[in-house]
């Protein structure tokens, strides 16, 4: 599935950072590494939001977990924004991307156990979904995008 490609792209880049800092090494390396991960959690979001999961409470997923997943994608928002923001130098700055990846960790989990095994079972079209997430996932990440 398009999404668990996401996750699965997310975490690496989860993991990479975490290396990074026991080997407290590559501190510009690292402020690139978090930018990319806030960029990737802010559109993955946005796309699941635009196009997902409405989809998803159309075809009559749980309106509870829908609902908790908005919330979710709310807070690691505004993780990822405020870290986007943070100047480097600043002592959360490590703890923040920690703690968004913890987050986004819980979500992912959340979303793979739960939400995509009802997707699955309403019948929904996830081919033509994940289409349609990539096309505007593409546009998202376009250069003139930002």
Do not use: W
Not at 42 to 68: C, K, N, T, W
Not at 119 to 138: F, H, I, N, V
Request: glycine content about 4%; overall charge negative; some cysteine.
């Amino acid at each position: 599935m398009f999404l668990q490609r996401d996750h699965t792209e997310v975490h690496r880049l989860f993991r990479q950072y975490e290396r990074l800092v026991k080997a407290d090494d590559g501190v510009d390396e690292r402020v690139d590494l978090a930018r990319k991960i806030c960029t990737l959690v802010v559109i993955h979001a946005q796309i699941e939001e635009e196009i997902f999961y409405p989809a998803a409470r159309e075809a009559g997923v749980d309106d509870s977990l829908m609902d908790e997943a908005d919330v979710e994608h709310e807070l690691a928002n505004y993780l990822a924004v405020r870290l986007a923001e943070m100047d480097p130098e600043d002592e959360p700055f490590d703890a923040y991307v920690k703690v968004l990846g913890e987050y986004v960790n819980h979500h992912v989990q959340e979303e793979e156990g739960k939400m995509f095994p009802k997707c699955r079972k309403s019948g929904m079209d996830l081919s033509a979904l994940a289409t349609q997430l990539a096309e505007r996932k593409a546009a998202l990440m376009a250069p003139d995008a930002i």
